[in-house]
């Protein structure tokens, strides 16, 4: 079965500084998908980036950028210039491209972000 | 552009109650889901329909029982509420199709006293 790791529970980043949240996944398969789900206090779960791992290129929105090791098995997101509506819990999450369709979460990041 | 709706926003239970939440989407997506969120454990899957007419256990199904009412609806039940039961929960919509994104409702606050 797949699975999803965030290590860092918390993290804090001054505004306008980069940041870097840390996802690792297990999986036995070669063609599956990553996202990155941002939820602010809302709790509103927003698309952040996503990953299709048949491609060597990173993902990038804006200010938001992914580091992808398929070999290592790591998809880390990176938060340039951030900014205080940054401010959020930060989910990766894993979806198979066959069987059943699920989509996998790792525990959330919460990112406080220093005026 | 309603999305994913999500049915009560907050509600309190005893022990013992039994309540649906409902869910609908209006995107014409294939897959539903219901997660709970819990502090420090993050989404977990409960139940989830690859398409209308099935219904799979995700990874914390007990307790919950589901129905997929037709392409847009797709309802959580708790048949005996418990206070381990007290989480947000999360319906969710998808293509089928891959690596499509999954869309969220607001979440449902529930609370089992």
């Known amino acids: 079965a797949q699975t999803v790791t965030q290590s860092q529970p918390e993290m804090s980043v001054q505004e306008a500084e980069t940041v870097t949240l840390s996802c690792t996944y297990d999986?036995?398969?070669?063609?599956?998908?990553l996202f990155w789900y941002k939820q602010p206090p809302s709790r509103q779960m927003i698309l952040v980036i996503r990953?299709?791992?048949?491609?060597?290129q990173n993902a990038t929105e804006n200010r938001f950028s992914v580091n992808f090791q398929k070999a290592a098995k790591s998809f880390s997101l990176k938060i340039s210039d951030s900014q205080l509506g940054d401010a959020a819990m930060y989910f990766c999450?894993?979806?198979?491209?066959?069987?059943?369709?699920?989509?996998?979460f790792g525990t959330g990041t919460r990112l406080k972000v220093l005026a | 552009n309603a999305g994913v709706t999500q049915t009560p926003k907050f509600q309190v239970l005893k022990t013992g109650q039994s309540m649906t939440l409902q869910c609908a989407q209006d995107m014409n997506h294939n897959s539903m889901y219901w997660y709970r969120q819990d502090p420090g454990m993050g989404l977990r899957l409960i139940y989830y329909?690859?398409?209308?007419?099935?219904?799979d256990k995700g990874e914390v199904p007990n307790g919950y029982n589901v129905s997929r009412l037709n392409k847009r609806e797709f309802s959580l039940r708790l048949e005996s509420a418990a206070p381990s039961q007290t989480s947000v929960y999360f319906c969710?919509?998808?293509?089928?199709?891959?690596?499509?994104?999954?869309?969220f409702g607001e979440g449902s606050w529930l609370t089992v006293v």
């Open positions: 999986t036995s398969e070669s063609d599956y998908y």
């Open positions: 999450a894993y979806r198979s491209t066959s069987g059943t369709y699920k989509y996998i």
């Open positions: 329909s690859a398409s209308e007419g099935t219904t």
């Open positions: 990953q299709e791992a048949y491609k060597q």
């Open positions: 969710a919509s998808s293509e089928a199709y891959r690596g499509r994104t999954i869309y």
